[in-house]
């Protein structure tokens, strides 16, 4: 347990599916990518398997609350930089540390393999709260937010 009832689970194995309870409110808010991760881990394409890497999510009770991941930066050519994937909270939950919890699971990971963390959003609020854990705006192609790791 970590804060207010809310668990950290690792996503491996038949796991993942309950990402699935996040797809409707994700895709109202205009967000696919949930609905790309699940695509992704069913085809093959990403199940956050290779060394470093990760899917987490958080649950309060039975309901997953939110997930992120940690891959090797598939737009670089260089195993030691990570990137942030596919961080979403359900509304309900924002704006309660449960983000930040969860981004601090990621990055407590990403120290212990990768020098240098990157991300990409469009969102305003998603920029400041990267901005909030260190990241720095570094616009480029697929990247917009630069956090330096210290191994």
């Known amino acids: 347990m970590l804060n207010n009832g809310v668990d950290l689970v ?7 599916l309950l ?12 967000f696919e ?4 991760t699940i695509h ?17 999510g958080l649950v309060s ?4 609350i939110g997930i992120g991941g940690l891959n090797i930066d598939p737009y670089v050519d260089d195993a030691g930089v990570g990137r942030v994937r596919h961080l979403y909270i359900r509304q309900a939950y924002r704006r309660k540390g449960c983000a930040a919890l969860l981004m601090n699971t990621i990055i407590e990971r990403a120290q212990l393999y990768f020098h240098i963390l990157r991300l990409f959003t469009a969102n305003p609020a998603a920029a400041a709260f990267y901005e909030q854990l260190g990241f720095e705006h570094l616009p480029g192609y697929k990247v917009s ?4 790791l210290w191994l």
């Open 145 to 148: 937010h630069v956090r330096r």
């Open 40 to 56: 992704d881990w069913n085809s093959g394409t990403n199940r956050f398997s290779q060394t470093g890497e990760g899917l987490w």
């Open 33 to 36: 990518f949930v609905q790309r």
């Open 19 to 30: 990402i699935e309870s996040l797809v409707d409110e994700s895709k109202q808010e205009g």
């Open 61 to 64: 009770g039975t309901e997953l």
């Open 10 to 16: 690792a996503f491996s194995g038949s796991n993942y």
